[in-house]
């Protein structure tokens, strides 16, 4: 069973601050993606990374693939109340593109 | 990315009764996965439901419990069967290899 380990599990923080969510498992995987959950909504995808060591950048977020494929991190720059919500990652393995997920880091950004 | 719907958005059923929620997508997809997420909690895979085979279902769950249909490329249903006030979640369905989610169903089990 692959796990993924997901820090902190809570973070409150001030609007303006710079904040990194990190995603770390034993387990290889062939992918990672990333979600935010609002309250009473789907996870919406983010951004999935398929190569280690791989950087993608949305806006003010920043994604890294480890190089051994095995963890991730969410750096956001100058959070803003709008960013608040849960994060959740999820890796891929095999073929059958099932996911499994961490339990999500919740993000409060306070005005 | 698809556009996914699913009914009901929300229910309160009785203990003993089932419930079926469906799920509707405005494109052809041939991966689709039912989801369950518990109060407080992360996603747990249900079962993947791909069009042309038997649904797959993961560990702890069972097809008497969460019989799953998928007659076409853009629907599925997911029926909780006998529920108890354990099965009160959300309930989500997925699509495609990324994994595009549904707004959820909401079930409070009484």
């Known amino acids: 069973t692959q796990l993924l380990e997901q820090s902190p599990q809570f973070l409150s923080i001030q609007e303006g601050e710079n904040l990194t969510v990190y995603c770390n498992s034993s387990?290889?995987?062939?992918?990672l993606q990333w979600y935010r959950q609002e309250p009473g909504e789907g996870p919406v995808l983010l951004v999935t990374v398929v190569t280690g060591g791989e950087v993608k950048k949305l806006k003010r977020l920043t994604f890294q693939f480890g190089d051994a494929r095995k963890d991730s991190s969410l750096h956001i720059t100058a959070a803003q109340p709008g960013d608040t919500g849960l994060y959740l990652c999820a890796g891929a393995t095999g073929s059958n593109y099932k996911l499994t997920f961490g339990k999500g880091t919740l993000l409060t950004v306070n005005p | 990315s698809a556009v996914i719907s699913q009914k009901p958005s929300r229910d309160i059923c009785q203990r003993g009764t089932s419930l079926t929620i469906q799920c509707q997508v405005d494109s052809q997809v041939t991966m689709m996965f039912w989801y369950r997420q518990q109060p407080g909690q992360s996603l747990t895979l249900i079962a993947t439901a791909n069009q042309g085979s038997e649904a797959t279902y993961e560990s702890g769950f069972v097809i008497d419990k969460f019989p799953i249909s998928r007659p076409n490329l853009t629907f599925s249903t997911l029926t909780v069967s006998n529920m108890s006030p354990e099965d009160s979640s959300i309930y989500l369905c997925?699509?495609?290899?990324?994994?595009?989610f549904g707004p959820g169903t909401r079930l409070t089990v009484l």
């Open positions: 997925s699509v495609g290899q990324e994994q595009f």
């Open positions: 387990s290889v995987f062939s992918s």
